[in-house]
């Protein structure tokens, strides 16, 4: 790249010489700003989790520091027990119903 400068003579100050002129050829060029730096990092929210009940966890249905939507199962807890006395009460509930009709 060729830059041409050319330099005038001032008015009213008679012959004087070109005063110097110094020119910087600009090129762009990628800035990085980084900073390297230690410590800890800490969430800005925190969510204790309790569950309703006490049992063995069967299943972690999450990747700590994940995403999670309202409504999704989290934790899967040994519930063979409710669900047998849930087949029970069912089987019941069908045999009375059967036993009024008739």
């Given at each position: 790249?060729q830059?041409?400068?050319?330099a005038?003579q001032a008015?009213?100050?008679?012959?004087?010489?070109?005063?110097?002129?110094?020119?910087?050829?600009?090129?762009?060029?990628?800035?990085e700003?980084n900073?390297?730096?230690?410590g800890?990092v800490?969430?800005?929210?925190?969510?204790?989790?309790?569950?309703?009940m006490?049992?063995?966890?069967v299943?972690?249905n999450?990747?700590?520091?994940?995403?999670?939507?309202?409504?999704?199962?989290?934790v899967?807890?040994?519930?063979?027990?409710l669900?047998?006395?849930?087949?029970?009460l069912?089987?019941?509930?069908?045999?009375?119903?059967k036993k009024k009709v008739?």
């Amino acid at each position: 790249m060729q830059v041409k400068i050319k330099a005038v003579q001032a008015q009213g100050k008679g012959n004087q010489a070109p005063s110097p002129v110094t020119v910087t050829v600009v090129k762009s060029a990628l800035v990085e700003n980084n900073i390297l730096i230690t410590g800890d990092v800490i969430a800005n929210e925190e969510v204790e989790l309790r569950p309703e009940m006490s049992g063995k966890i069967v299943s972690i249905n999450f990747t700590e520091g994940a995403f999670v939507r309202k409504g999704q199962l989290l934790v899967k807890i040994n519930d063979a027990d409710l669900q047998a006395n849930l087949r029970k009460l069912t089987r019941s509930l069908k045999y009375r119903k059967k036993k009024k009709v008739a």
